[in-house]
């Protein structure tokens, strides 16, 4: 589908143009004629016979930047001098740094913060270990672990390639929770060193985040990490976008008058987030699913099923269908893509039942164009941003693992996932639930705050013994 000009290929064009005749005001027109979209326009310096301009504008993609430079190069009588990426500007340097919570002003300051004075605290620590979340950094710190095999939507691209997402990560985390996260970016994809470095590195975090590593293997480091640790370990690309389909389906389900234990689904991607949706949605009572994958529907009959498929295959489909995606859709009242762009069409929606609800979450191009699915389903979600109802991680990772470290947790299990899921969904008022409006913005001042309190009290009736 064709993409707008977007913020993330924003550029910034240095240009001089003669202060009089008509190149000032061409500059806007050229670049909408282009199909760009200018946000900006500043002059920078001025003299009797030319002015220098600094023009910001949105672009779809880095050819279409390149465009846009080029229609104003050919306008009589301006000089480009320097073209800017602002997203690469962004990123120079990298987009986090640490900080001293305390001046070195002295010697004294000096000697408490380092030695001989830390040398009390090194033996207090010693002495038990616990005192480490207390009197270190450990106490808020998150380690963003990837091995760079399965980066947002780019693939094995590496650890190197991973860094700026994992620092990205690292910023929101103190954005919108302030806790101190650094990004761990391992230069291997064997299962066992990726286990062993996790583990080696462990005392210094209160919490493991891990980060785009690809399926099935993450299936496996998650269960060996958990084994292992006392701290708890959320793995993003399962948990949290579980987390938000549910909270997200939770209401659009109440906006169509259906429940989750009558609604027939049908989840499209039984990888690492297919796989941890559909055990959020059984948990949540969800009863009548049906999973498919890019060798169709997953029964019990099917050859070749993996372990996890195998457990997929025990767990859904109780009638053991086989066929394909487009074989089941039909009178389905939910449809969960976590997969692959244009897997389904405006027929394929129509089949569905009344009040459908059509959740297309592949990034960056959704299992079926949000504007066509709208013409038939009644709610509409995607995982892009330039639509409503966006299933966002950023709603989830920062308020859980706030709540987990103010519990001091050692685990996160089942329960801790449903309270997210359900502080997320009512943040959302009865007054403000609409089909546009079933998860709230990740900038809603609440919803971190809220996110947080709800895991807090689930991590401490976890840890009594009383959660169910």
């Known amino acids: 589908m064709a993409t707008e000009p977007s913020i993330t290929y924003s550029i910034t064009i240095r240009l001089e143009v003669p202060s009089g005749g008509p190149a000032v005001g061409e500059l806007t027109s050229t670049v909408e004629r282009s199909g760009g979209l200018v946000t900006a326009l500043d002059v920078t310096a001025s003299g009797s016979d030319a002015l220098r301009i600094d023009l910001t504008c949105a672009a779809s993609d880095t050819d279409h930047a390149a465009l846009i430079v080029s229609a104003l190069e050919a306008i009589s009588d301006v000089e480009i001098h320097k073209v800017s990426d602002r997203t690469f500007l962004m990123h ?164 169509v008058g259906k429940h989750i234990g009558d609604a027939r689904i049908v989840l499209a991607g039984a990888g690492a987030a297919g796989s941890a949706v559909l055990k959020v949605l059984l948990h949540a009572g969800a009863v009548h699913v049906v999973v498919c994958d890019v060798a169709g529907v997953v029964h019990s009959g099917r050859d070749g099923l993996d372990e996890s498929l195998e457990w997929i295959a025990a767990h859904t489909n109780a009638d053991a269908r ?92 089942m329960d801790i996932l449903l309270a997210a899921a359900d502080a997320i969904a009512a943040t959302v008022t009865a007054e403000e639930l609409n089909a546009n409006y079933i998860v709230p913005s990740v900038f809603h001042p609440e919803v971190h705050k809220r996110v947080a309190t709800a895991v807090r009290k689930a991590s401490a009736l976890a840890n009594s013994g009383t959660a169910g």
């Open 322 to 413: 086989p066929g394909t995606l487009r074989d089941v859709l039909p009178g389905a009242d939910v449809f969960i893509g976590v997969s692959a762009a244009n897997l389904i069409t405006a027929e394929d929606v129509e089949s569905m039942a009344p009040d459908s609800i059509v959740f297309a979450l592949a990034n960056p191009d959704p299992e079926i164009n949000p504007a066509i699915a709208r013409r038939h389903a009644a709610v509409v979600a995607t995982g892009r941003s330039d639509y409503p109802n966006q299933i966002n991680n950023v709603l989830v990772f920062p308020g859980i693992f706030r709540g987990l470290l103010d519990a001091q947790s050692h685990g996160i299990g």
């Open 92 to 255: 120079l340097g990298g987009v986090i740094e640490t900080a001293t919570k305390h001046p070195l002003r002295n010697r004294d300051d000096l000697s408490m913060i380092y030695t001989p004075g830390v040398a009390r605290i090194c033996l207090a620590i010693a002495a038990d270990k616990d005192d480490a979340r207390r009197l270190t950094v450990k106490r808020n710190s998150v380690a963003v672990v990837s091995d760079g095999s399965a980066v947002l939507g780019l693939g094995n691209i590496g650890p190197y390639a991973a860094l700026p997402v994992m620092e990205g990560k690292a910023a929101l985390f103190k954005g919108f929770a302030d806790i101190d996260a650094w990004p761990i970016c391992l230069d291997t994809q064997d299962v066992d060193q990726i286990v062993e470095t996790v583990a080696a590195i462990s005392p210094g975090f209160a919490g493991i985040n891990l980060e785009d590593i690809s399926a099935p293997r993450c299936f496996g480091i998650e269960a060996r990490l958990r084994a292992r640790l006392d701290i708890p370990l959320f793995h993003d690309d399962q948990h949290g976008t579980a987390i938000v389909v549910l909270a997200a389906l939770r209401n659009a389900l109440q906006v």
